[in-house]
Each structure stands twice: as structure tokens, then as C-alpha cells.
């Protein structure tokens, strides 16, 4: 992968794209697209991010757009998807009982963050604005465009 700048994207953002019925569908969109085109520079997720977004569009939208998605997240050049060992884990639990507001997976989603020092996250999920050190944008920040 290339260097550059260093981004989380949540699976809102992801979800978001691929729903059309979604309230963030027009910003994660063009997120989604900033993401495959390079313009964020280089994008991790992690292997629970993955699960989560292929899982939801597959119940709520269908199989096709499941694997629309999959493939977008799998193929891109851009985005790192990143398998949690058992070193990750337990720090997570650990992220997971120190902040009640995030969930498992959140927890994971920081910790991966810390660990490979980034600091920002695309989410519209308030539940990471009370984690120090990590700032969170539902936007594609404007260098990046």
C-alpha cells in the first residue's frame, strides 16, 4: 500500500453507501468513492467491520449488493482489512471495558487505531468522541478532495 494519510472507516460509512435508504447515504457515498479513488491515501478496516457491513447489506439490501460491498472493501488497493489476533483481543476487551459507550467491535476498531498510530476515524458514530486521541470526521476531510 502506498503512504500517505491513514484513515479507519467505520462500517456506517460503508453501510451508508450501499443503502440508498441510509440518512448518511450521499456522504458515505462520496467517502466510499474518495476511499477507491486514492484521495484518502490509505484506509484500514478491520476483519469485524467487514463481517458486520456484508452481513447488514446482505439482510437488509441482498445478496448482490452483499457481495457489491465486499468486493469494494476487498479489492480496493486502498483499504487494509486487518485480522485480530490475541494480543488485539485482550487489549480490546480491556478498550471495551474502560469505555461503556463503545461496542465489541468499536473497541477493536480503537485498538487497531492505537496500535498502528492512527488517529482519525470516518464515523457517524458519536460513540468514539469520548475516546483521547482519536478525532472523528463524518466527512472526506477537505485535503482530500
Keep these: 500500500m502506498e503512504r500517505g494519510n491513514l484513515y479507519f472507516i467505520d462500517s456506517g460509512v460503508w453501510i451508508g453507501a450501499f443503502n440508498p435508504r441510509d440518512a448518511h447515504h450521499l456522504k458515505s457515498k462520496r467517502v466510499v468513492k474518495a476511499v477507491a479513488n486514492g484521495k484518502l491515501g490509505r484506509s484500514l478496516i478491520t476483519a469485524l467491520i467487514f463481517g458486520e457491513v456484508v452481513t447488514y447489506i446482505r ?10 460491498v465486499a468486493k ?28 461503556p459507550a463503545l461496542s465489541f467491535a468499536d473497541a477493536v476498531s480503537v485498538t487497531v487505531m492505537k496500535d498502528r498510530g492512527v ?9 468514539f468522541d469520548g475516546v483521547r486521541d482519536i478525532v472523528r470526521s463524518e466527512i472526506v476531510p477537505p485535503s482530500s478532495v
Excluded: P
Design 119 to 127: 488517529q482519525q476515524i470516518i464515523s457517524f458514530d458519536r460513540d
Design 59 to 68: 439482510r437488509k439490501i441482498g445478496v448482490e449488493q452483499s457481495i457489491e
Design 72 to 99: 469494494a472493501m476487498l479489492d480496493s488497493k486502498n483499504v487494509e482489512v486487518i485480522h485480530i489476533d490475541e494480543h488485539t483481543f485482550s487489549a480490546a476487551y480491556h478498550m471495551f471495558e474502560r469505555y
